[in-house]
């Protein structure tokens, strides 16, 4: 599996989010796993192990939201949508992210 191969299929799967910011999210963690770790090395990896950073980089986003919030006058349902929002925004990438590990395994493997 080519790096050029396995980024064509990131497009694929990330198309049905295009425009979005589970895109962007998803875009740039496979973009930059595959080109660190190089296509067929990083399939040596399960997505479940691939994907921890994910958690680590929530704590941070909501660390930054909260102080961002504190300074602005959203009341308290407004920020608890706004990290609602978020979350689920990670969540979904890390769907995405795992749903195209699948593609690009199954691929390598024909």
Do not use: C
């Amino acid at each position: 599996m080519t790096n050029e191969r396995a980024i064509e299929l990131v497009e694929q799967v990330i198309e049905p989010y295009k425009g979005t910011d589970v895109e962007q999210l998803a875009r740039v963690y496979l973009s930059e796993d595959i080109l660190s770790f190089d296509a067929d090395q990083w399939l040596l990896y399960s997505a479940s192990d691939l994907l921890v950073e994910f958690p680590l980089q929530t704590s941070k986003l909501l660390d930054e939201l909260n102080d961002k919030v504190a300074s602005t006058k959203l009341s308290v349902k407004e920020m608890l949508e706004l990290q609602a929002d978020k979350l689920i925004t990670i969540m979904m990438g890390m769907v995405v992210y795992a749903k195209a590990h699948e593609t690009i395994f199954d691929e390598s493997q024909r």
